[in-house]
């Protein structure tokens, strides 16, 4: 059962080009997350949203950044697109210290 | 800082045999909670199993791992493997009050006829 929704599905796009994704979640969690898994299957976090603060930035570049309108929603903006952007971006949400739920990803491809 | 390893990037079986995926951490935190999920092709990861009591053994759908405390491990095993377990393994830490899981590169089983 998906209770973590990503859209879109898949993206390609060109390099340099600006591209957003969105994810809500209808688990009522109070955290929400953006992992990136690239081409090697390398799982890494790079935000975390708790009650709309940022809460954890994994050094990841200025070009990426997150937005949240409410706890449910967490939405991940790319201004300038790099060809090793290409990768799955994956949603999730959790209560604080609990497992995480995903979301599907979102298969980005840059060319 | 806080981290994982999996040694093994790709293991491939022939069904029937038995599964064990490698997982070792590092973390500052002594109470830390271990998790394996799972990610099967086109679909989302999911939690396969969990634990934070040492030495105690957790099982869920043919699956099961022991968390070593005193040699930071919690492998992933399995009697007998089935085509179907075919999929991407991640073992992760969660550490810390930020709910932040530490993944890394995974382990990809294959499973074969």
């Known amino acids: 059962e998906t209770a973590v929704f990503q859209t879109p599905n898949y993206h390609v796009t060109q390099v340099g080009n600006e591209v957003s994704f969105n994810c809500k979640q209808t688990l009522g969690h109070d955290t929400m997350y953006w992992y990136k898994q690239d081409s090697k299957k390398l799982l890494k976090i790079m935000f975390s949203y708790n009650n709309k603060q940022l809460i954890v930035n994994e050094t990841v570049p200025r070009r990426f950044s997150p937005q949240s309108s409410d706890k449910a929603h967490l939405n991940l903006r790319i201004k300038s697109v790099e060809p090793e952007d290409s990768a799955v971006y994956l949603c999730?949400?959790?209560?604080?210290?609990?497992?995480?739920?995903f979301g599907k990803g979102t298969r980005l491809t840059v060319v | 800082g806080d981290s994982v390893t999996q040694k093994e990037g790709l293991v491939t079986l022939t069904e029937g045999l038995p599964v064990m995926l490698n997982c070792t951490y590092q973390?500052?935190?002594?109470?830390?909670?271990l998790f394996w999920y799972v990610h099967y092709l086109n679909e989302s990861p999911r939690l396969l199993l969990k634990?934070?009591?040492?030495?105690k053994r957790t099982e869920h759908q043919g699956f099961h791992a022991t968390l070593h405390k005193s040699s930071s491990s919690f492998h992933l095993q399995k009697s007998s493997a089935q085509l179907s377990d075919s999929a991407l393994y991640y073992c992760a830490p969660l550490t810390g009050n930020t709910g932040k899981l530490i993944f890394g590169l995974g382990t990809t089983l294959q499973v074969q006829p």
């Open positions: 634990s934070s009591t040492d030495n």
């Open positions: 999730a949400s959790s209560r604080v210290d609990t497992e995480v739920f």
């Open positions: 973390t500052i935190y002594s109470n830390a909670f």
